[in-house]
Structures are given as C-alpha cells and as structure tokens.
C-alpha cells in the first residue's frame, strides 16, 4: 500500500492510505508536546476534559449524540508518548464514506468533531469547568492507584520508571499522583492555550476517500490552527543507561512478578536495519511460543506461569515479564540470563530462527487485516521520517542473518531488574492476568 503525504497547511500535515479494503476508517492526529514536568501532568488530565463537551456540543450526551449521528462513529482523546515526545492524540474510528446512501459525509462530520473539540472546548473566564478539572484528578488519581492492583502492569510500569530514573520527562507513578494537586482550572486552561494550541498537527488516515479530498476537510476545520516551532520530534535515540540497578517490593499476591530491563542500542533509523535485527533477536529470546524463554524457562525448567519479551524499536529497549514463584526469582533470572547467554555464543539452530521469521512474517502479513493495525505501523514511522512499507520491512526481516543476531545479542546489556516479592502462598493455577 502507498502512503500519500501532503502539507495541508503550515501547522497541519496529512498522511493517507487510500484503500477500500475496510467497512471502516480511522483517522488520527497526534500533537506533539514539549518535554516539560508540567506538560506531562496536565496532559494527564486534559483529554478528559476535553471529551466532556464543546462550544456547540456542551455535554457528553450531546457530542456523544452527534457521533451517534455519525453512524454511531467513536472518537478516543488520550495522553500517550511518540518515542519520548509527549503527546496529545485523538482517534476516530468512522463508517467509510462509500457505504453512506443519505449523502451525508461522515468522515467530514467526523473532523469537525475533532476541531471543535481541539479549537472550541468549553472554557469559563477562569479557565475549564472547576468540577470536570476536579473530577478528571480524581479519575486519573484512582487510575494511578489501581495500577498498584495489576501487579503484572505494575512491574511493567516501575521497571520503566528505573529505566529512565535521571529522564525528568518520565514520572514516576508517586511524582504523577503527588503532582495532580498542582493542576487547576486555570491552569490547565494556559497549557491548552500555550502548549496545545502550539503544537503542530499530524493526521493520519486509512479509507476509501482520495487524500486530497481529506487534506481539503482537514484544511477547511483546521485552517485556523497555528502552531510555532518550538516543538520539534525528537528522533528515535538508543539511550546509554545510568548504570544497573535492582529493586524487589514486597506485595500481598501469590505470584512473584520478575520485570528485566535490557538495552539493545538498536532504534528505527531510514535505512537502517539495525531494529530488524533486534525484532528477530526479540522472537528468539522471548518473542513468540517458539522461542528459548517460553521453550525453555518455562516449558522445560518449569520455572515460571509465563516467560515473554518485546522490543520497542523507537528506544531501543527490551524488556522481559515473569510470573514465577517468589521462592524461584534467582533461578528464574538466571535461567533467563541463560538463554541470552546462548544467543551471544550462537546456539541458534536451523529450526528456532525459521521458526522466528515465520511468526514475524504472520504478524506482518496480518496488518493489513485491519486499519488500525496499518495506522500504527506507518504513522511513527512517517513521523520520524522512516518511509519504509510493510513489505519491504518484511523483505529486510527475511534478509536478516544469524551472524547479526548473534553480533546484536553480544551488545546487548542488562540495565535494571524490578521484582514483585509475593508473600502469600504460591496458586499455580492462578490467573496471571488477575494480578
């Protein structure tokens, strides 16, 4: 499939793929933001805000009814990170245009939607309504304190927060919470105006209709956006570390949650294969059910409920989850160790490294089975510049070696360990996803 690209205005730009391959289409944009303590904070409440209403829908009954009118269309608002920039990101998932008999146009519906909540939220003379400031904090609170309870999402989010523990960009779950009491109506109202409103506006969309008909409706609701060059992406980097470090937390669960942290020094970069190499020495070691952790830590050792890795190719970080007995961490994170170990002298046979090019070449093949499965894999992509397609990603996957593998894996460093001590009694049969 072929990505159009085109600069609707100066502060706007679009990226298409045409295709009517889909009953429905998606659409986003993404405004990236400033690497700033504050930004993270009130972005961390902003998109809830703003789902609560506008100048010309001022409740959620009424913008939910107009997207009812949309041919029950959904639009998402959420926080989120492209890379390590902060970001503002909105999704509208919409019936495709062609299935539409009565004339009306949902995708345009659709972006006026989105304008109006991105130019005219409701905002008061004291800036945005002080009881949906007040609510969103507390939503956000209890979110923060629930993540406590999903011990699997809390090992996850606490081995990232040791990971980036000199990045003040990236806050800690105690940093976030304590933070919120900062935030007020007034001052969330200057971060949308200044910060927000600054930003530039990426579009992505996936449908049927010809990219210069979109960039047009986009131009149309969007004319008025002015954004400054103050933000600028900043492109996928392969931090260095700040030295190991290992911290275990006593909880009050039967499964211990053992999170480690590695870093590969391979990111996305146009033409570059360095993060297909790492994509394929992921599904080695702990990416698929063909792999050394889930073969050998789990299925043969018996060491563990669930063994897996993954590979993030915007930061270069790979990161490794365990549920395991308290009483078995170390052989656990010594059996895991293990098998990178094996990785860097070349125990790779025949069998395992076809069997990791043919799970990535399904999990290719399968984007194109869905529109947000497509927007996903090229809108980061486009963003930093990285115009390569599925297929010729999936031909670079094919053209990778065991060599490279194994020069990848002799890189690669163990930078920090989180563990969950459960201090009940193991439940084998346990749910891990309970936790």
């Known amino acids: 499939m072929t990505v159009q690209t085109f600069k609707v205005t100066d502060s706007v730009s679009l990226s298409c793929i045409q295709t009517d391959q889909f009953k429905t289409g998606i659409l986003t944009l993404t405004l990236p933001l400033p690497h700033d303590r504050e930004v993270i904070l009130c972005n961390s409440v902003l998109p809830g805000v703003l789902r609560r209403g506008t100048e010309q829908y001022p409740n959620m009954a009424s913008l939910n009814r107009r997207l009812d009118d949309l041919y029950a269309s959904c639009v998402e608002i959420r926080s989120g990170r492209i890379g390590k920039n902060p970001a503002l990101m909105l999704t509208a998932e919409l019936l495709d245009d062609r299935y539409v008999t009565d004339g009306t146009s949902v995708t345009d519906g659709v972006i006026e939607v989105l304008s109006q909540m991105l130019l005219h939220p409701l905002l008061t003379p004291c800036g945005f309504d002080k009881t949906a ?3 969103e904090k507390r939503f956000e609170r209890d979110a923060i304190r629930a993540s406590v309870n999903h011990t699997r999402a809390y090992a996850a989010i606490r081995l990232s927060e040791l990971m980036h523990r000199e990045d003040r960009t990236v806050l800690t779950l105690r940093e976030r919470e304590a933070g919120l009491a900062e935030i007020t109506p007034r001052g969330l ?3 949308y105006r200044t910060a927000v409103r600054s930003a530039p506006i990426y ?5 049927s209709l010809p990219p210069r008909q979109v960039a047009d409706l ?5 004319g008025e956006w002015k954004a400054n060059d103050s933000v600028l992406l900043e492109p996928p980097t392969a931090d260095p570390g700040c030295g190991f470090c290992s911290v275990s937390e006593p909880m009050s669960v039967s ?3 053992l999170a480690m942290g590695f870093r590969t020094g391979s990111v996305l970069a146009q033409g570059s294969k360095a993060a297909s190499v790492a994509t394929v020495f992921n599904e080695l ?3 698929s059910p063909a792999s050394k952790l889930f073969l050998n830590v789990r299925e043969k050792m018996g060491l563990c409920y669930y063994c897996s890795s993954s590979y993030s190719p915007y930061t270069g970080i790979l990161t490794v989850f365990s549920g395991i007995e308290t009483a078995k961490r170390q052989q656990a994170e010594e059996a895991i160790l293990a098998q990178l170990e094996e990785l860097r002298q070349g125990k790779i046979s025949d069998t395992e490294f076809h069997a990791a090019r043919v799970s990535l070449e399904n999990a290719y093949r399968q984007i194109y089975d869905n529109p947000a499965d497509l927007q996903s894999f090229y809108e980061g992509r486009r963003l930093f510049g990285i115009s390569d397609t599925v297929e010729e990603l999936r031909r670079t996957i094919a053209s990778v070696t065991q060599e490279e593998v194994i020069h990848l894996a002799k890189q690669v460093t163990l930078d920090a360990v989180f563990f969950v001590e459960g201090t009940l009694p193991s439940a084998e049969q346990e749910d891990e996803s309970d936790e």
């Open 285 to 287: 070691l702990g990416g």
């Open 203 to 207: 579009a992505f969309y996936v449908g």
């Open 255 to 257: 499964q211990g949650k």
């Open 133 to 135: 400031v007040e609510q």
């Open 189 to 191: 109202a200057d971060f």
């Open 218 to 222: 986009l131009s149309h609701r969007f």
